[in-house]
Structure formats: structure tokens, C-alpha cells
């Protein structure tokens, strides 16, 4: 075959642009963080008593947020600080899209599943604020430790950047993991096992949508193929001229794939059960299948750094291997498959 025949993949990574704004006058950026505490604080004085009832007049909050932004901004009319005097141009991107996707959909799954089990909202929503965060710092400092530890301690003021790119799914992992122990120890009436059982169908989908977005920013990339599903990618900013015209696997769409057949199963199991799986029966299945996947998937991609690559194996597949295991010693030491959970 020749390039011709296979899929050429070149598109931009922003959905659209917004062109560059001008203020009418500067914003100080100092004075836009105190109208946040500022709001902050004031909404806790008009919020409503009981946890998601609506407002009874809304109008009480839009003046709550026009006063604290006024409110913030005057002292720095007096102090010099940095300002804003221009906003944009904007690009939201492809990624950040099917990211927040990762999210929303993931929530709505979880969420589900804590109301058949009759969990507050409160719980959901506290839930959120935990995977929130640990995925964003975990996937991070997963990139950073596991992937590329020399160049950021040579750059660490560049870590915080996510914005820059570079987010390792292993890091995301295990940030979880801690999210949702400490979550558990500050929660009433659960235990890890059955709140990760709730908490990996929602990871499973979001994979798949965080995987498009690598598919539409055209990284993490597969080895050179002459299989008929190869994919050129022509805009790669990780290859030479010369190597963007070869076809390779598109393996963040196996990924992808691989995300999708893992929710399946873990949706079946969790019906076959009416709902109340056997504890950690989700959460074992979810590390064996999705990191067992993950293993084999690592053989179709370009390394991502030589750290780690030993015994033809590399970096991915070393960080596999013990969720692998641990997933494994669960299903068959720990979980009772006779017995529905809570």
C-alpha cells in the first residue's frame, strides 16, 4: 500500500478562535482574587439553608458577584498591581473539551449509582471536588516523576504548567486512589471497596473520551504499520517532516476502544448484581482488564521516554504490571462472589 490509502489525520487541535478583545479600561488581576473571596465569603450568608434547594430570589447572587467584583478592584485603583487590559484571542481545543466531557459524564454515571444506593447529593458533589483534583495533580506528577524527572528538576517552576502538556494515566490512577482513601476516612458509613466500585465505570468512560482528545491533538502515537487501519499523521508536532508521513497504529484510539469494553463489562456485572456488586468486584475487574489492555496497547506505541525500559518492556508496562496483580489478588482473595454488597 501506499500513503493514499490510509486515513491522513492533520486537523487543528482548536475548535474555533475568538479574536483578541480590548477592555474599555484594565482589571486588576489581585483585585479579580479578592472578588472571588469575597463572593466566597458573602455566599455563604445568602445561600440556601438545605444543600440544592434553588435561591428564592436569584437576583441575590448576580448582585453578590457585581458588588464583590466592584468591591475587588477598588484598592488597586490606589495599589499597583499586574492587570488585564485585553482578553483573548481564545482557542478552546479539542482536548479540553473531551476532557470536561471526562468529567461530566463521569459525574452523571456516579452519581447515578450513589442515588440507587441512597447516598446524599452532598456526598456526589464532595466526591467530585476529590477526583477533581487528584486526577489533575496525579496525572502530573505521574508525567513528571515516571516519564521526564530529570529535564523538570532542571525546570521545576515548568510542573504546575499543565497547560504545556504532559499528563501520564498511571499518575491519574493513583492520585485516585488516595482521593478516594482520604475521601472514605472523612465519610461516614463507607468503605474504600465500595466507593471504588462507583467510582471506576465513570473512569473507564472518561478514558475513552481523554483518549479522543489525544487522537485529535495527534499524540501519544503508535509505531510505524501497513495494517489497513493505520493512520498518517500529518500534523504530529512529535515527528520530523519525513516521519509524519508514515502510516502508524492509532493507539489512543485502542485505548479508547479498550475503555469502552471495560465500562461494558463492569455495567454488566454491576446489573447482573441489581445494583449491590460484591465489594471491590468492579474495582478488581476494572485494574485487570483496563491495565492487562494497557500492557499489550504499549507494544503498538512509540516510547514516550527511555526511563524505565528494561527487558523490552518500558516505562507503561513496568506501572501496569502491579495494578495488574493487585487486581488479580482481589477478585480472588477478597472478593465474596457469592454475596451482593450494600
Request: net charge positive; with cysteine; aromatic share 16%.
Amino acid at each position: 500500500m501506499n500513503s493514499s490509502d490510509y486515513l491522513t489525520w492533520g486537523p487543528s487541535p482548536e475548535i474555533f478562535t475568538i479574536p483578541e478583545f480590548h477592555l474599555p479600561f484594565s482589571l486588576s488581576i489581585y483585585g479579580l482574587v479578592l472578588a472571588a473571596i469575597i463572593y466566597f465569603i458573602g455566599w455563604q450568608f445568602i445561600k440556601p439553608e438545605k444543600s440544592g434547594e434553588p435561591m428564592d430570589q436569584p437576583w441575590k447572587g448576580w448582585a453578590l458577584a457585581a458588588a464583590a467584583f466592584i468591591v475587588g478592584q477598588l484598592p488597586f485603583f490606589l495599589i499597583e498591581s499586574p492587570t488585564i487590559d485585553t482578553i483573548g484571542p481564545l482557542q478552546p481545543r479539542w482536548y479540553g473539551l473531551l476532557f470536561a466531557s471526562a468529567f461530566i459524564f463521569g459525574y452523571m454515571i456516579t452519581a447515578r449509582m450513589f442515588r440507587f444506593a441512597g447516598r446524599s447529593q452532598e456526598d456526589m458533589d464532595r466526591l467530585l471536588i476529590y477526583v477533581l483534583i487528584a486526577t489533575v495533580i496525579g496525572a502530573r506528577l505521574g508525567h513528571v516523576i515516571f516519564y521526564d524527572l530529570d529535564y523538570y528538576l532542571r525546570n521545576i517552576h515548568l510542573v504546575p504548567q499543565v497547560w504545556l502538556g504532559g499528563l501520564a494515566s498511571h499518575g491519574a490512577a493513583i492520585g485516585i486512589i488516595i482521593a478516594m482513601y482520604l475521601y472514605v476516612k472523612n465519610t461516614p458509613g463507607m468503605t474504600f471497596y465500595w466507593l471504588a466500585d462507583r467510582v471506576v465505570p465513570a473512569v473507564a468512560i472518561g478514558g475513552m473520551f481523554i483518549r479522543i482528545g489525544n487522537f485529535m491533538n495527534s499524540e501519544i502515537l503508535g509505531k510505524p504499520t501497513d495494517l489497513p487501519w493505520a493512520v498518517i499523521f500529518e500534523a504530529s508536532p512529535q515527528l520530523t517532516q519525513a516521519e509524519r508521513m508514515i502510516p502508524r497504529h492509532p493507539s489512543m484510539l485502542y485505548e479508547s476502544l479498550l475503555c469502552i469494553i471495560v465500562f461494558a463489562v463492569l455495567w454488566t456485572i454491576y446489573k447482573k448484581y441489581d445494583r449491590r456488586p460484591p465489594e471491590g468486584s468492579l474495582f478488581g475487574t476494572f485494574l485487570v482488564m483496563l491495565f492487562s489492555g494497557r500492557f499489550l496497547i504499549e507494544y503498538t506505541k512509540l516510547a514516550q521516554t527511555d526511563v524505565g525500559t528494561t527487558w523490552a518492556l518500558n516505562m507503561g508496562q513496568w506501572l501496569s504490571i502491579p495494578l495488574v496483580l493487585f487486581g488479580i489478588w482481589l477478585l480472588v482473595k477478597k472478593v465474596n462472589w457469592k454475596k451482593k454488597g450494600k
